[in-house]
């Protein structure tokens, strides 16, 4: 079954920084888009970033904005989430998700991606 695999999830003070990958062996990388997504205590799953197929763009929610970056290396299969200036509000389990798509621009609607990983624990905390 195919299924990504996120890793890089931890324990960091606010003010630092994690970089989230995702594994995506088996998948042609290039087709699909890539989301990221995550899910804090209690609250329901939410878009964070996401990525175009092939060099599509980015996008960030506002609560991510210019403290994420999400890029991807398809020759690699691999994709990121560098974040930065952490806060405690961004403590949740981390997911990368796949959606087979044509489509240039990316969309954070979690109910629409196909793959899910199992998820990554950031904790931020001090």
């Known amino acids: 079954q195919l299924q990504p695999v996120e890793s890089g999830g931890g324990l960091v003070q606010p003010g630092g920084s994690l970089r989230l990958s995702c594994a995506t062996s088996?998948?042609?990388?290039?087709?699909?888009?890539i989301g990221w997504f995550r899910q804090a205590p209690g609250k329901e799953r939410e878009g964070v970033s996401c990525?175009?197929?092939?060099?599509?763009?980015?996008f960030y929610e506002d609560s991510v904005k210019d403290r994420f970056t999400v890029f991807r290396d398809n020759v690699k299969n691999m994709a990121y989430l560098q974040m930065n200036s952490l806060k405690p509000e961004d403590t949740g389990i981390y997911y990368c998700?796949?959606?087979?798509?044509?489509?240039?621009?990316?969309?954070?609607?979690?109910?629409?991606?196909?793959?899910w990983g199992q998820g990554t624990q950031v904790v931020v905390s001090s």
């Open positions: 088996g998948f042609t990388l290039n087709y699909y888009e």
């Open positions: 998700a796949l959606r087979y798509s044509s489509d240039f621009v990316c969309v954070t609607n979690r109910d629409l991606y196909d793959y």
């Open positions: 990525i175009g197929s092939s060099d599509g763009p980015s």
